[in-house]
């Protein structure tokens, strides 16, 4: 019998925190606590609101800087185009403010909640320019409807140690890991638009203090965007006229193009490409993908981890619909492939979609969690401790598909 379950399950790392109480960092009363570095842009109190006018863009920001903590607030944009944000961990000067910034985006791009290096280095997590490219199409898909350009929409920035996630109205749109800048101020954005009033209020801040446990950093172990072109060397196909580089809206990409002419020793997928061969014993692993082959049961792509040699290791098999042979988390060891995962859910919608994947795997206590598209919710888990470390690829069982921005993190759990 198939167990088959739906889990709502948060990606904790381990790092014990204390929080502090909520505090306000506006009373609705006055603009204390506040300042405006540009010699241009107005702000004013109105109704319990903070009031931006400009005609240029400019950021009002927090006296105060801010390490790790819960921030809080809302914002209702002016009807017709326009863009705002808000910046956190941010630095400024005389007519400058740069820093990460979480998206407020009311256009049909729909990139509300990513985040945004202001004068720092452009997108960060985790749209890309073109609009339509892969990592803009996952995002949009997997945040879909959780921005009102009509309305107030609320949102949450936590940031503790180098891990930084973004709330829309409750939805987690972007969970990231950078130590780019670990404190700065808080800053609130006007576009620029003549005439046009941004709205803000319930503003509001939870300072934490972090011990420094394993967990609380991380570190960035792989991060490939596709981008040049050409495949590297130390990459392993298992066949290499099964892959290319090419390019799809603007972005380079990983295309598994043929079912790969490879027979494994036991029954186990045939089109793999092995990315690296020392990984971390804990990491998360995010990818972009879309599956390009002909519908059906098992339409796939597949995700590789923990391998020793190319009998020994763990897969993902993400499947149009879960049986004993799909959709669920695998191990290859020595024998033909087994289902390992303790629950699952019963299937997935490829559409003619990217996504976005990730893998949470903890090499101490064994435990392995997928999330598909959502950040919260994760798909499939189990717990398994036979292969730590060891390569990490992409691939199909016998499918196509696409592959983008594979991003792998190291973490540090203390359990």
Known sequence: MIRVWVATILIVLPSFVIAQQW?????????????????????EVQDGEIHLVADEKFFLCTEKEYDDFIFE???KLPEGEGNSGFMFRAAKEKNRVWGYQAEVDPSDRAW????YGESFGGWRFQPRKPNNSPAGSAFRTATEGSFDPMEWNKYRIKCVGNHIQIYVNGTLCSDYFDDSRDKGLIALQHHGEDGKVYRFRNI?????????TPGHEASVFFNEHFDEGNMKDEWQPTDADAWEMTEVDGSGVLHLKDQSDYKPEVRSPRSILWLTDDAPDSFVMDVMLKYTGEPGAHADLCLFFGKQDPSHYYYVHLGQQADPHAHSIF???GEPRVSIASWRT???????????????????NGVIRVYFDNLEKSIMETKDKRFIGGGI??????????FDDIRIVEIEPDK
């Open 23 to 43: 505090v306000s960092l506006f009373e609705g009363e006055s603009l204390e606590g506040w300042e405006n570095p540009y010699e241009w842009g107005e702000a």
């Open 73 to 75: 607030a809302e914002v």
């Open 112 to 115: 509300s909640g990513g985040i």
């Open 204 to 212: 509001r801040i939870k300072e934490i203090e972090a011990s420094e």
């Open 331 to 333: 191990a290859v060891d």
């Open 346 to 364: 019963r299937s997935l919608d490829w559409g003619d979609k990217w996504h976005r994947v990730r893998i949470v795997r903890n090499g101490k």
């Open 393 to 402: 690829g992409v691939g199909s069982f016998d499918n196509k598909g696409y």
